[in-house]
């Protein structure tokens, strides 16, 4: 079993950055991926960002790229979201997943429990 749990989210103002945290613990696979996805009210999960397990290899949703930043420090089991210039758009509760990579929500097998990120405008 492997668990994900979710920290940093909260309210911001538009513009402002947060940085959100992933802690994995139980069976850790090598040489899986990790993954940002959201979901907003109303709205289906969506892919935010994809990291290697190495870190080398990272994908980003075009609507975040240029202000997201996704990291992982293996040592620590933890991956990492910086956000930047938050837009209310970005409101959303977002998931850390582990998977075998790519943009499908059906590539993650082991998913956290959310945490809520609202933009104010």
């Known amino acids: 079993q492997v668990q994900l749990v979710e920290s940093g989210g909260g309210l911001v103002q538009a513009g402002d950055s947060l940085r959100l945290s992933c802690a994995a613990s139980g069976r850790i696979f090598r040489y899986q991926y990790m993954a940002w996805f959201r979901q907003a009210p109303g709205k289906e999960r969506e892919f935010v960002a994809t990291?290697?397990?190495?870190?080398?290899?990272?994908t980003y949703a075009d609507s975040v790229k240029g202000r997201f930043t996704i990291s992982r420090d293996n040592a620590k089991n933890t991956v990492y979201l910086q956000m930047n210039s938050l837009k209310p758009e970005d409101t959303a509760v977002y998931y850390c997943a582990r998977g075998t990579g790519g943009l499908r929500v059906g590539g993650y097998d082991y998913w956290g429990q959310g945490t809520q990120v609202t933009v104010s405008s």
């Open positions: 990291i290697s397990w190495s870190g080398v290899s990272t």
